[in-house]
């Protein structure tokens, strides 16, 4: 008996793995059924771009999708690239270079309309012909839905964002759902329909940023009984729409499939378990901006993973890999390009690898012991260190990608501190700063610096570093704290390693969370910023807003950040003359010391033609004017 | 053995509550503000004083103004009565997102369970009884170099060489994306992905099992009656799989019983390299992410197991050997 049980044993377990064998098939699998389309048949070689959409490119992510489709309620970059493919038709478009237009594929006519209170009116007729994918006409009503549902009380208590409408006129009032209608925005007939600046935000550089509007299905959001109503004193929503009636239907909205689209792809699938999401094209779609259709006929978004994703695109299980920044990938990206087959795009990242220092707060707040730090780091080698050669260092606060840096470079470069490796100089600002005592108030001769403060105080130049501990800290205590330099330079940087969220309750002074938070604490961190082509800077230097995590006090600096977009769009030289001024005192202050900005390295199978890529657009926009030769 | 199984329930919902408790005082303890984590997203949309009334309205909708022991209490009685709370990050319940990892976790381990203890429990009998043998040896150091190899390094190894170098099989996920079929081809193409990870989970646990069988009828093998059995004539199988086998298994029986258990719980190393959405990539991810809710919901479903599993396995001693008697 029991032989025969393991025999059936042994023979189950033979039988079991020839199976999972035999599972594996002799070919590729196929992904999509074979179409009759031309060039979509092997040997097709397609020479230039396709007259109708062909072929797939799997796009490897390595942010796992949570299947919430709308950024309202979150921030996941890869569903914001799913968002964007599916949502298009904005009033205003942005091009490559992060400039804002009309677009002309959705607006008919528009006019500006300068009010007596100082706000501006911006008045669209909205093109006939536009649909849904599902073929229902795109109307006035639907770009005023947008406004009203994402600035509206009802999100909001459902805990979105519901900023959408926060500069027009009357934004407060309907937000906080104290009233009906949203006065800064007006539906003035089927295919017209205007929003209105409030003139507490004007002038504006990125003026027509703020009044580039898409539409939303209110229908699929909510039902057919919610109407979009204008009486003549702000556009509003039928009194059905509350959350009491809703809530549950905008819950199921936000990740149900099907959805409407307006965007150059239709969200066809989402598979929870491998995490993957299937577009494929919309064929109702007339194009963006440029009226550019898509030639690619489905994109699918797959979660893959740090460790292996080269490895996926050298077998085929992707196509293109995004914003590969380190230099073990990119260097691993290289050769499988010089191996044949693969190609890259590369493009300067939008931002930088940071010391952030605390201008309020203990040795920090001395812009001397900042600059002092500055100079005793060799930042050309530890970008070089940390990029393997793939990134560079800045000066201020900006991403090489932006296109007023750009035109501005050259006046900058010339401005702006380098502040090159230098124990001298270092010694020399820390001298000038008052820090030329030793512990008992003596001249200093060695060991730690102190400094002799308004009360008679000495202070010792020790820094408290808050690191959470990442490949950028473990490189500045090798370049930095432990550089003997510093020692020499009579400082000290003391590292207390701690995980992100307790670090940001520090950064934050979080004092709910903890009391303990909101005691000043740590002099530096070490984080990351991003810009987007809406470069405004003005409420990260204010004295006292908590969006100022560098502490900064000083007003001129504070003044000249919010100057920068309070400049009219058309002084496109006096926009630039503003942010070279704030930029040059940026970087006499220096509330943060940039380490690093990347380049990113895209890389794609070669099948991938005309993509191009840069820092302020998403991979929507790239992928729009690709195709494959398949 | 019905007031056995009484008070051995009793004792469990006993330590249920308090490994509750503990669990519960753990979790906020750890630092992080879940409530500036979720508007972190929408800070830079809104003005200060918006961010302030958000934040506090957040807060109290979350109810972390509340005392810890009101929290926990109402916690405990959400918890029993099926309601795990919401999940932060997925904005859902967590007995809703729980659902995909969890069967996902265990359609893998079903068969790594059924491969692994096919191939270990015969090569292990074998083992014990062809002791020494050249076989025998060489399956020592292939399971001493199976133990001592940490897991990502066999998964890179298995990925590198059958995904990279031979292409017989893909490097991550689960089935092919956009893979249109009938049930069967799907069914097809899942274990045809599934394959690597489970070549990688079965390798990762032959060591121990292997061993650990081998030892055990190793030991069996050298007792008195076997040396009965054979004096009495009785053939070598009957020897071996009669008397040194069933004795073998009651040593054995309580890793097979948390081999079953462990179907529940999943690999985090594995899930992880192979992008495989299951049980313990779900956990980390969860911590990673401030999602406590489905934390404390993972940490309490395998109490409950590891609860059960125990009972399991005293129950079985029973079964298995009919000296134990479990009610005294």
Not at chain 1, 197 to 221: H, M, N, Q, R
């Amino acid at each position: 008996m029991m032989k025969k049980s393991i025999l059936l044993l042994l023979v189950f377990s033979m039988v079991l793995s020839a199976f999972l064998m035999g599972c594996s098939p002799k070919e590729e699998p196929t992904d999509t059924p074979p179409t009759d389309e031309p060039g979509d048949e092997p040997g097709d070689e397609v020479t230039g771009p396709p007259s109708e959409p062909m072929g797939q490119i799997i796009v490897g992510n390595t942010t796992e999708m949570s299947g919430d489709w709308v950024p309202y309620w979150q921030n996941i970059a890869s569903e914001y690239d799913i968002y964007n493919f599916i949502t298009d038709y904005p009033t205003v478009a942005m091009t490559f270079d992060g400039e804002y237009l009309i677009n002309d594929t959705v607006v008919a006519s528009h006019e500006v309309i300068e009010n007596e209170d100082g706000s501006k009116t911006y008045e669209y007729t909205i093109k006939d012909g536009l649909v849904w994918d599902d073929g229902t006409p795109i109307t006035a009503k639907d770009y005023v839905a947008t406004v009203l549902l994402w600035s509206s009380n009802v999100v909001k208590e459902m805990g979105a964002g519901n900023t959408y409408g926060q500069r027009y006129v009357g934004y407060k009032a309907y937000g906080d759902g104290e009233a009906k209608e949203f006065e800064g925005v007006r539906l003035l007939d089927d295919m017209k329909f205007s929003v209105t600046i409030d003139a507490a935000y004007l002038p504006y550089y990125f003026e027509l940023g703020l009044v580039s509007v898409s539409p939303t299905k209110i229908s699929f959001w909510t039902d057919d009984t919610v109407e979009v109503l204008d009486d003549g004193n702000g556009a509003y929503f039928s009194d059905n729409f509350t959350k009491e009636n809703f809530e549950e239907n905008i819950d199921k909205a936000r990740s149900a499939i099907p959805r409407p689209s307006c965007g150059p792809y239709v969200l066809k699938s989402f598979d929870e378990s491998t995490k993957t999401a299937v577009l494929e094209v919309n064929d109702k779609y007339v194009g963006d901006h440029n009226g550019q259709k898509p030639l690619i006929k489905t994109v699918i978004y797959k979660l893959v993973n740090e460790e292996t994703q080269m490895d996926e695109l050298a077998t085929g299980s992707v196509d293109l890999l995004l914003g590969m920044a380190s230099g073990s990938e990119i260097n691993a990206g290289l050769d499988l390009v010089e191996s044949g087959g693969f190609n890259f795009t590369k493009y300067p990242r939008a931002g930088y690898g940071k010391l952030a220092f605390v201008g309020d707060f203990g040795p920090t707040q001395f812009v001397e012991v900042r600059q002092a730090i500055a100079h005793l780091l060799d930042r050309n080698e530890f970008a070089r260190s940390f990029t393997e050669g793939f990134g560079s260092v800045v000066n201020g606060p900006y991403g090489e990608a932006l296109w007023f840096y750009q035109e501005t470079k050259a006046e900058l470069n010339e401005k702006l501190n380098q502040y090159p490796y230098s124990l001298e100089k270092a010694i020399e600002l820390l001298e000038e700063g008052g820090w030329v005592y030793d512990e008992n108030g003596n001249e200093y001769e060695s060991g730690i610096r102190y400094k002799k403060l308004d009360d008679g105080t000495l202070m010792p130049l020790v820094i408290q570093w808050s690191s959470s501990g990442n490949e950028v800290s473990e490189l500045l205590t090798i370049q930095l704290v432990e550089n003997p330099d510093l020692a020499a330079a009579g400082m000290k940087i003391e590292e207390t390693v701690m995980d992100f969220p307790e670090l940001v309750n520090y950064l934050q002074r979080n004092s709910i969370e903890d009391p303990k938070y909101g005691v000043p604490t740590y002099g530096m961190f070490n984080l990351a910023s991003n810009f987007n082509p809406i470069y405004d800077q003005s409420n990260y230097y204010e004295p006292g807003h908590p969006w100022n995590t560098s502490y900064s006090t000083d007003e001129k600096l504070d003044e000249l950040a919010k100057a920068i977009v309070l400049t009219d769009p058309e002084d496109r030289e006096g926009f630039k003359q503003k942010f070279v001024d704030f930029i040059v005192r940026w970087n006499e202050l220096l509330p943060e010391l940039p380490l690093y900005s990347n380049i990113y390295h895209d890389f794609y199978n070669d099948k991938l033609v005309d993509y191009d890529m840069n820092a302020l657009i998403r991979v929507s926009d790239a992928l729009l004017y690709a195709y494959v030769t398949e | 053995m019905a007031r056995y199984i009484a008070r051995r329930v009793v004792y469990m919902v006993f330590v249920f509550f308090i490994l509750s408790i503990i669990l519960y005082f753990l979790f906020n303890l750890i630092p992080g503000d879940p409530v500036a984590a979720q508007l972190q997203p929408l800070m830079d949309e809104m003005t200060a004083e918006e961010y302030e009334i958000r934040y506090n309205q957040l807060r109290s909708q979350m109810g972390l103004d509340d005392p810890l022991i009101v929290r926990y209490a109402r916690w405990v009685t959400g918890m029993l009565s099926g309601d795990l709370g919401q999940s932060h990050r997925y904005r859902r319940p967590v007995a809703d997102v729980i659902v995909t990892p969890l069967r996902n976790t265990i359609f893998i381990n079903i068969f790594a369970v059924a491969i692994g203890l096919a191939i270990t429990i015969p090569l292990g009998i074998f083992c014990a009884v062809k002791r020494n043998s050249i076989l025998d040896k060489i399956v020592q150091v292939l399971t001493i170099i199976g133990h001592s190899l940490p897991h990502f390094i066999i998964c890179l190894i298995a990925i590198y060489y059958f995904a990279v170098i031979k292409g017989w099989f893909p490097v991550s996920g689960m089935n092919t994306p956009n893979f249109e079929g009938t049930g069967w081809e799907l069914f097809k193409d899942t274990m045809y992905h599934l394959t690597l990870p489970l070549m990688v989970m079965t390798a990762a646990s032959l060591a121990g099992m292997t061993r650990y069988i081998r030892a055990a009828m190793s030991d069996a093998l050298g007792m008195d009656y076997i040396k009965t059995a054979r004096a009495k004539g009785l053939k070598e199988k009957v020897v071996i799989f009669s008397h040194a086998w069933r004795n073998a298994l009651l040593p054995i029986v309580t890793l097979i019983i948390n081999w079953f258990m462990s179907i529940f719980s999943g690999s985090l190393v594995v899930e992880r390299v192979f992008n495989l959405h299951g049980m313990g990539k779900f956990f980390i991810d969860s911590l990673n992410n401030q999602d406590y809710n489905v934390s404390i919901a993972i940490q309490m479903f395998y109490i409950i197991i590891a609860l059960v599993g125990n009972l399991v396995t005293d129950l079985s001693y029973g079964l298995v050997d009919p000296r134990v008697r479990i009610d005294s």
